[in-house]
């Protein structure tokens, strides 16, 4: 009688098990789902456009955290341990905590130089080169050129075409659907593109002030002219003598407004505001991936607000 009752909960549970699997095996996509992390936002909003939905991505800052500092807590180790792709801006942006991640993640899949690890400096057209040698009087300065190049979306479209081509050698199976995921991606960019250019049209030659050097390429797409940095040297924090310059500067030069990313602090900027008439705006530094936001929503905003100074 004993035996007879283990029997059958053996039974019971073997069929369990196997429902279960069957149910898993059932939901589960038809392809493989390929783990993509990406340390900002709208390298991750490019990611997921095109890979669709053969990839799960996650991005590692925050759309509010400067992605020159952020901070290497656990979880996002366990992220990238995870990860079969990891997509880095590059260019030294991430360089104070990107290599902590890459060693305590253990994955050697997306170790630099791997095919797991991608950096989009690489597929892009990098402004500021220095010329000569890099030392440390010059500032925090990224030492193999600006790396903020995701202002631009002539640049967000040879990083989108370089993310499908990787997405293709890590998953032949899905080429087909990643170069037609980037196709639409590029298509509502550029159809995006026009319209932003239109409103941008009477900002040309318009005069700015931007707080770190890390709107030039924005700048360079919309036609503006940046004239000077509250930061007196990329990465070093404004002191009272360059202050002044700038303030002098304003009051003496057509400066329409002093530009900067909602994350830096910006008492300065206030100041400079207040005793010169100079507007000030604040611009989202990148796109909410985390929130649903799109690219091209996140570019759409940054596009209206400078609109905002003619
Ligand atoms: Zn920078």
Known sequence: MKYLTWSRL????????VGLAVFVLAAR???????????????ANVAAAVGGNRVRVQALALPTQDPHWVDARPSLVLDVSHADL??????????????????GA?????????????????????????????????????????PHFMFDPRQVERVAV???????????????????????????????RQRWEEKLRPLKGTQVISFHRSLSYLADWAGLVVVDHIEPKPGIPPNPRHVAELIAHCKQ?????????????????????????????????ASDF?????????????????????
Do not use: C
Request: hydrophobic residues 40%.
């Open 106 to 146: 253990r994955n050697g899949k997306i170790q630099p130089g791997s095919p797991g690890y991608l950096e989009a400096a690489g597929l892009a057209e990098l402004l500021e080169r220095p010329a000569g040698k890099v030392d440390r009087s010059m500032g925090d300065i990224h030492p193999s050129g600006n």
């Open 86 to 103: 990891l997509i880095s801006v590059g260019a030294e942006l991430e360089l104070g905590w990107l290599p902590t991640l890459l060693i």
């Open 253 to 285: 030069h057509p400066v329409r407004a002093l530009l900067q990313e909602s994350w830096y602090a910006s008492n300065t900027s206030e100041l400079i505001a207040a005793q010169t008439g100079t507007r000030l705006i604040k611009l989202p530094g």
């Open 10 to 17: 053996f039974r019971a549970v073997a069929s369990m098990v």
């Open 162 to 192: 370089g993310i499908g081509k990787r997405l293709s050698e890590l998953d032949p199976e899905g080429s087909a659907s990643y170069l037609e995921n980037t196709r639409q991606f590029v298509t509502s960019l550029r159809q995006a």
């Open 29 to 43: 996509p038809a392809h493989a789902t390929l783990s993509v992390v990406a340390t900002t936002p709208d390298l």
């Open 290 to 310: 985390q929130g649903g936001q799109s690219y091209v929503a996140f570019l759409s905003r940054v596009v209206d607000l400078l609109a905002g100074m003619s």
